[in-house]
């Protein structure tokens, strides 16, 4: 019974990224409409068509590998620029591009500018970011109801837990009589304190605190505490130095200054302020995972030649994403309020991860359009600023060769995160 919870909600979360996508797609279309831009084809999924119809000058369907998405805009390409130049394999491979393009290229489009190429640059930025910003839209809006309804779990600057020794030995649990007491220990913390203030500096929230230890090393610390409601001055300590996990990469172990306690924990409810704050620590966490993709997708292959374990710090792909949220559903482990609240959580993780994926400046990725856009203005008011000939368009076409080699890097990679997702999937409980 418990497999078939976790396949039904792995297929359930499945479908909701393929909505995701869905809205993505629609994020470009409709900004691309409004400004005039022919769209002749809107599609979920690639390869062989399972269904379409027709609407207006739009054809909408769905295919049979549900992977992805696009939205076809006319005029991607603009012309070939006139005037001789060296033919290279590179122009001829972008002008065959070109021309398969243009042949669904009428007159009445040029003439009419409904071609991508000859909007205007803001025009093009709404457009080309319209994708990633639905998706961070969706992220948003699940967010909030979330932390809105069920609440966060966050730190707070009450202590729970005091560690009473520095333990030398790391394969032992238990303080030995040689073992030195932690600096919370040696300075008189006690489970329950408020810490008031680190160092002189007000504490408002257990995240400052934690970045005002790990910076402190090994320096000198002075606390202050609530304690039955008065203030209390702890005996000055010094923290210690040891490997903790990153705040951005929790994979990855950084020296940092070590105090020995745990803060209790609390279900706090909040607004569109309190998601903000956690999009842009998600968004900085995301964009480590980001530079480091290509190195943990290689430790991923690695590791299913030699067999070892899947970490949970390990990228995934929609599969493996899926499969997660439905091993969280059928855990005995949480009740269903914290369910339902961790399953858009990921749901809402994914979107801002597409979001941000897309922004990456390299094409096929609509940051490489959005680059591209970019290039074109500066490179034309530049030319008009210094009295020049204006360049004219941008050839996008030039980096299709970019565009295949990052697409292929990306297929590759998604092929081998879904095989070892499958094969060795990621266990959370």
């Given at each position: 019974m418990e497999t078939l919870t976790v396949i039904?909600?792995?297929v359930a979360f499945f479908a909701l990224i393929?909505?995701?996508?869905?809205?993505?797609?629609?994020?470009?279309?409709?900004?691309?409409?409004?400004?005039?831009?022919?769209?002749?084809?809107?599609?979920?999924?690639?390869?062989?068509?399972?269904?379409s119809t027709r609407r207006g000058e739009t054809e909408y369907g769905v295919k049979w590998f549900p992977l992805g998405g696009f939205v076809q805009l006319l005029g991607m390409y603009p012309p070939r620029p006139d005037g001789r130049r060296r033919r290279t394999r590179l122009a001829e491979f972008a002008d065959s591009a070109r021309a398969a393009e243009w042949e669904e290229i009428?007159?009445?489009?040029?003439?009419?500018?409904?071609?991508?190429?000859?909007?205007?640059?803001?025009?093009?930025?709404?457009?080309m970011a319209g994708g990633p910003a639905m998706n961070l839209l969706i992220a948003f809006v699940l967010l909030l109801g979330v932390t809105a309804t069920y609440g966060v779990v966050r730190p707070q600057t009450t202590i729970a837990y005091v560690q009473a020794c520095i333990i030398a030995d790391p394969a032992r649990t238990e303080c030995a009589p040689s073992d030195p007491p932690s600096p919370a220990a040696a300075a008189g913390l006690r489970p329950g304190d408020r810490v008031v203030s680190f160092n002189g500096t007000q504490i408002t929230s257990y995240a400052q605190l934690s970045g005002l230890i790990r910076a402190n090393r090994d320096a000198e610390a002075r606390i202050v505490v609530e304690r039955d409601g008065a203030l209390v001055d702890l005996t000055p300590v010094h923290t210690v130095v040891t490997a903790l996990p990153d705040t951005l990469d929790p994979s990855n172990r950084v020296q940092g200054g070590w105090l020995g306690v745990?803060?209790?924990t609390q279900l706090v409810r909040g607004g569109?302020?309190?998601?903000?704050?956690?999009?842009?620590?998600?968004?900085?966490?995301?964009?480590?995972?980001?530079?480091q993709f290509p190195l943990k997708v290689w430790h991923v292959v690695w590791g299913l030649v030699t067999g070892q374990p899947r970490s949970v710090y390990d990228p995934i792909s929609i599969v493996g994403a899926s499969t997660v949220a439905g091993q969280v559903v059928a855990s005995g482990e949480v009740g269903l309020p914290q369910k339902a609240a961790t399953f858009f959580s990921l749901?809402?993780?994914?979107?801002?991860?597409?979001?941000?994926?897309?922004?990456?400046?390299?094409?096929?990725l609509d940051g490489g359009h959005i680059a591209g856009a970019l290039y074109?203005?500066?490179?034309r008011t530049g030319a008009r600023l210094f009295g020049r000939r204006d360049p004219g368009f941008?050839?996008?076409?030039?980096?299709?060769?970019?565009a295949y080699a990052v697409g292929a890097l990306l297929l590759v990679s998604g092929v081998v995160l879904i095989l070892a997702d499958i094969v060795s999937p990621v266990q959370l409980f």
């Amino acid at each position: 019974m418990e497999t078939l919870t976790v396949i039904g909600f792995a297929v359930a979360f499945f479908a909701l990224i393929m909505v995701s996508v869905a809205l993505h797609e629609i994020g470009h279309m409709v900004p691309a409409r409004l400004f005039g831009v022919r769209v002749p084809r809107y599609f979920v999924g690639f390869g062989p068509t399972m269904w379409s119809t027709r609407r207006g000058e739009t054809e909408y369907g769905v295919k049979w590998f549900p992977l992805g998405g696009f939205v076809q805009l006319l005029g991607m390409y603009p012309p070939r620029p006139d005037g001789r130049r060296r033919r290279t394999r590179l122009a001829e491979f972008a002008d065959s591009a070109r021309a398969a393009e243009w042949e669904e290229i009428t007159p009445t489009d040029v003439e009419q500018e409904r071609l991508f190429y000859q909007k205007k640059t803001w025009q093009k930025l709404v457009v080309m970011a319209g994708g990633p910003a639905m998706n961070l839209l969706i992220a948003f809006v699940l967010l909030l109801g979330v932390t809105a309804t069920y609440g966060v779990v966050r730190p707070q600057t009450t202590i729970a837990y005091v560690q009473a020794c520095i333990i030398a030995d790391p394969a032992r649990t238990e303080c030995a009589p040689s073992d030195p007491p932690s600096p919370a220990a040696a300075a008189g913390l006690r489970p329950g304190d408020r810490v008031v203030s680190f160092n002189g500096t007000q504490i408002t929230s257990y995240a400052q605190l934690s970045g005002l230890i790990r910076a402190n090393r090994d320096a000198e610390a002075r606390i202050v505490v609530e304690r039955d409601g008065a203030l209390v001055d702890l005996t000055p300590v010094h923290t210690v130095v040891t490997a903790l996990p990153d705040t951005l990469d929790p994979s990855n172990r950084v020296q940092g200054g070590w105090l020995g306690v745990s803060p209790q924990t609390q279900l706090v409810r909040g607004g569109p302020v309190d998601v903000l704050g956690d999009m842009w620590t998600m968004t900085q966490q995301s964009a480590v995972a980001l530079v480091q993709f290509p190195l943990k997708v290689w430790h991923v292959v690695w590791g299913l030649v030699t067999g070892q374990p899947r970490s949970v710090y390990d990228p995934i792909s929609i599969v493996g994403a899926s499969t997660v949220a439905g091993q969280v559903v059928a855990s005995g482990e949480v009740g269903l309020p914290q369910k339902a609240a961790t399953f858009f959580s990921l749901l809402a993780a994914v979107n801002l991860f597409l979001a941000l994926f897309n922004f990456i400046p390299l094409p096929p990725l609509d940051g490489g359009h959005i680059a591209g856009a970019l290039y074109e203005w500066l490179r034309r008011t530049g030319a008009r600023l210094f009295g020049r000939r204006d360049p004219g368009f941008f050839d996008t076409a030039k980096l299709l060769p970019v565009a295949y080699a990052v697409g292929a890097l990306l297929l590759v990679s998604g092929v081998v995160l879904i095989l070892a997702d499958i094969v060795s999937p990621v266990q959370l409980f």
